[in-house]
């Protein structure tokens, strides 16, 4: 009997049921950590520290003030506030924080970018993520 293997139960004895959030894989690339090769989830990921390799998340990646990503970067959602070099290509849209350094395109149908933030690359804003973003995350 170990402890993971019983579900959770409330004071009547009920098995406790997990909201949809709880499902949501989280997991963090902490400021003291360097991830060399790619990183692939379908739930969140907050990059702290630096990432060397293509990244790929289902759902949104969210890259802290100071935090490194050498490769590209294909998800639903991304928020920068550090730094990518590489392509982001992105299912919904793209946050470019007031720290944000971007070097390489960015392909989303949706983009916002606040004053100071700084991009060295094409943006293109079409359905095409859509297809881009597919393709890359078959193979």
């Avoid at 982001?88 to 944000?100: K, P, Y």
């Amino acid at each position: 009997m170990g402890i993971f293997t019983n579900p959770a139960r409330d004071e009547q004895g009920n098995e406790l049921r997990r909201r949809r959030t709880d499902q949501i894989p989280f997991s963090i690339i902490a400021s003291d950590m360097t991830v060399i090769g790619d990183l692939e989830t379908e739930g969140v990921v907050r990059v702290e520290g630096r990432v060397r390799g293509t990244v790929r998340v289902g759902g949104q990646v969210l890259v802290a003030a100071g935090a490194v990503i050498e490769g590209d970067l294909h998800t639903q959602e991304a928020v920068v506030a550090g730094q990518v070099s590489g392509a982001i290509v992105a299912r919904e849209r793209v946050e470019l924080q007031a720290t944000a350094v971007v070097a390489g395109d960015i392909h989303t149908p949706r983009i916002a970018v606040v004053e100071g933030a700084r991009v060295s690359g094409e943006v293109k804003m079409d359905s095409g993520a859509d297809a881009a973003i597919g393709d890359s995350h078959k193979s």
